[in-house]
């Protein structure tokens, strides 16, 4: 037998890059795109890495207000349409983000007249999670995998404990939180660690009126990067944080870890009105988005009004 006969060959996918179009590889996803033609899919996290068509894209913007936005940065350089680069030049109305990569706490002072003004627009709060060498911790770190597993759940760990333990979801009932982009194997640690070291020294959160897992399985989380190396555990992650109301879909798409909508679609533990949930129902209760008319007659969950 000729062993480099038999043996596989393999093709080098072509660099993303400023020249590439997407509309090319979003092309093989044709067959995927066809049985979910009936389903909602709302992407909470992806990036759009061309700027060869945006001409094309500003112009077609039936939105006076953001086609003018979009024309002023293509006329000023090469920056593409609505690429919020040089600060908080424009914001959307569906929610507002900042990067988990910092180290100012959640609970200073100088961010609660911030909160209170979020909470009174009535629009989610994402904390986008990330990476850095910078950080004494990960300095310590001499793989790229290493550092990518830890500081992507890391900072909004954090984050997270520092949000609760604080109380603010007391002080802001109706502020609705988005952990984004740090997967999902790290909640339950969190959830039972805390619960665990609260149940031992409640008078440190006074402020706090439930247990802290419960607060965090009323918060969101998006699904990327989704682990799934064991199943089991993956499962039994998507009970504990009640994916079924709680979890929202995200690609990261096109990095190099992103995930296609069949991470959710072939999980074999889930029903298929928790998969429709996951992939945009849920997005919509929470964004609240119109849901188009599906062949199916799936309406979106109603929107959740939290009790005065």
């Excluded at 002072?109 to 911790?137: C, I, V």
Aim: glycine share 4%; aromatic share 12%; hydrophobic share 40%.
């Amino acid at each position: 037998m000729n062993i480099r006969e038999t043996a596989p060959r393999f093709t080098e996918l072509e660099k993303f890059s400023t020249r590439t179009d997407t509309r090319d590889y979003l092309a093989k996803a044709a067959p995927t795109k066809a049985k979910l033609k009936d389903w909602l899919v709302v992407d909470v996290d992806a990036h759009v890495n061309e700027t060869a068509f945006w001409s094309e894209v500003t112009d077609c913007i039936d939105n006076d207000v953001l086609r003018y936005i979009a024309e002023a940065f293509r006329d000023r350089g090469p920056a593409p349409g609505l690429l919020n680069a040089n600060g908080p030049l424009y914001q959307d109305v569906v929610g507002f983000s900042v990067t988990s990569t910092r180290h100012k706490p959640v609970w200073h002072n100088s961010y609660m007249r911030l909160y209170a003004a979020l909470q009174e627009a009535g629009k989610p709060l994402g904390f986008h999670a990330g990476f850095t060498w910078a950080d004494p911790s990960f300095q310590q770190l001499n793989r790229f995998i290493g550092m990518h597993s830890l500081s992507f759940a890391h900072f909004n760990m954090v984050h997270m404990t520092n949000w609760v333990l604080n109380g603010l979801p007391e002080r802001f009932p109706k502020l609705k939180v988005i952990w984004i982009e740090s997967g999902l194997a790290w909640v339950p640690f969190v959830m039972q660690r805390l619960d665990s070291e609260y149940m031992m020294r409640t008078s440190e959160c006074p402020l706090l009126k439930r247990k802290p897992s419960e607060y965090i399985q009323e918060m969101y989380f998006t699904s990327q990067p989704l682990e799934r190396s064991n199943m089991k555990l993956t499962q039994a992650t998507f009970e504990a944080i009640r994916a079924d109301t709680q979890l929202l879909y995200a690609s990261d798409w096109p990095h190099w870890d992103f995930d296609a909508p069949s991470s959710i679609t072939k999980l074999p533990f889930l029903k298929e009105e928790a998969k429709r949930n996951i992939l945009g129902l849920n997005a919509a209760r929470l964004f609240e988005l119109e849901v188009p008319p599906a062949k199916s007659g799936v309406k979106a969950p109603p929107v959740a009004v939290p009790a005065e």
